[in-house]
């Protein structure tokens, strides 16, 4: 396996609309281990196939056990090729974002509380899966991903989006405004 290089905002692979996947194998596979290890070693939740640069329709998923004791879907690895959310229930909810792709920023960004997603395996075995709360929020940061959308594009008020800088003094983190990045 191989930690992938993830690209950054600016790159314009970012904002371009993913194709399906047809192919399935070995070959497809391995990618996906990949993008599970580069998660990891990022510290994410979700990686999207354009993070690493690549035009395809694939995520893969991992809400962290920590914090959330109470979901059985914690902990849980989701591995979707040409997923699309086909059902979204609820009030859309304000919560915090960041992205691996915009290093340092977190927005308030609004999202259904529960969606179903359809797709694949890496195998081509059809998946439904049902998120809700912070799993089904992380759905569809990524899914956005396959269509060229950020968190950021999401973001209204400029002042919704905030840097994170740490302090070299005292190793701790904070807060600053980042409106920059939105419009």
Do not use: W
Not at 2 to 18: A, Q, Y
Not at 70 to 87: C, S, Y
Not at 110 to 128: A, E, I, S
């Amino acid at each position: 396996m191989s930690v992938l290089k993830i690209i950054t905002i600016g790159d314009p692979r970012l904002r371009k609309k993913s194709r399906p996947i047809r192919q399935f194998g070995k070959n497809l596979e391995k990618f996906a281990r990949d993008m599970v290890e580069t998660m990891r070693h990022a510290d994410g939740v979700g990686l999207a196939a354009p993070q690493v640069g690549v035009n395809e329709r694939l995520i893969v998923v991992e809400m962290p056990e920590e914090g959330f004791e109470e979901d059985p879907q914690a902990g849980q690895l989701f591995v979707v090729v040409n997923p699309e959310i086909v059902r979204a229930k609820g009030q859309l909810e304000p919560g915090d974002e960041g992205c691996l792709s915009i290093p340092g920023y977190i927005g308030e960004v609004m999202r259904y509380p529960t969606v179903v997603v359809r797709g694949q395996d890496v195998r081509g075995k059809p998946l439904r899966i049902k998120a809700h709360g912070f799993l089904a929020r992380i759905f569809q940061h990524e899914i956005d991903h396959l269509n060229g959308v950020l968190f950021i594009d999401h973001i209204q008020d400029p002042e919704k989006l905030r840097r994170i800088v740490k302090d070299q003094a005292t190793d701790e983190y904070r807060e600053e405004p980042a409106g920059a990045l939105v419009g």
